[in-house]
């Protein structure tokens, strides 16, 4: 009985685990675009690419996390004897990886409003200062 509960909270854990990080990253990287496309210049090429290898990286990165953090039991490490228990236990490892991937959402926000930030101050460094020209021919006494 033991090994088949575990077994089910796996077969609940892993398609929610992976149906929210999809939702996540569909919904970053589809939104994202518009801060690589600003970041990049309007470079759409370079912008369309960078944003993919950071949406599979986001892929890689939180699901690993899911996978390395699978491991279900109860808090005493012994397997469930309930439905409750294995409940509460899948409700614990589903809530964590759910606030870690809003902090994972966060820190891409801020990478995304820092390049953005970082793209215009370039911008400006590279704009040239206007030069006052003097007048060649100055009257005297003017």
């Known amino acids: ?9 796996y077969a609940v854990y892993l398609p929610i685990v992976i149906g929210l990080t ?3 990253a569909h919904t ?9 496309l600003d970041i990049f210049k309007g470079r759409e090429e370079i912008a369309v690419a960078t ?5 599979v990286g986001f892929y890689l990165l939180n699901l690993g996390f899911a996978l390395l953090i699978l491991e ?7 397997p469930f004897d309930t ?9 614990e490892k589903i809530g ?8 994972m959402l966060f820190l891409n926000l801020f990478l995304f409003f820092r390049g953005k930030k ?11 200062v206007p030069v006052f020209e003097t007048p060649v021919n100055i009257p005297p006494g003017a």
């Open 72 to 78: 279900i039991y109860d808090s005493e490490y012994n």
């Open 51 to 55: 944003n993919t290898l950071f949406k």
């Open 1 to 9: 009985m033991e090994n088949y509960l575990i077994v089910k909270a």
């Open 118 to 128: 970082k793209a215009k101050q370039s911008t400006e460094r590279l704009q040239p």
């Open 22 to 24: 999809y939702y996540v």
């Open 28 to 36: 970053l990287f589809k939104n994202g675009k518009v801060f690589i």
């Open 83 to 91: 439905y409750q228990e294995l409940i509460e236990s899948l409700s």
């Open 96 to 103: 964590g990886y759910s606030i870690y991937l809003g902090i």
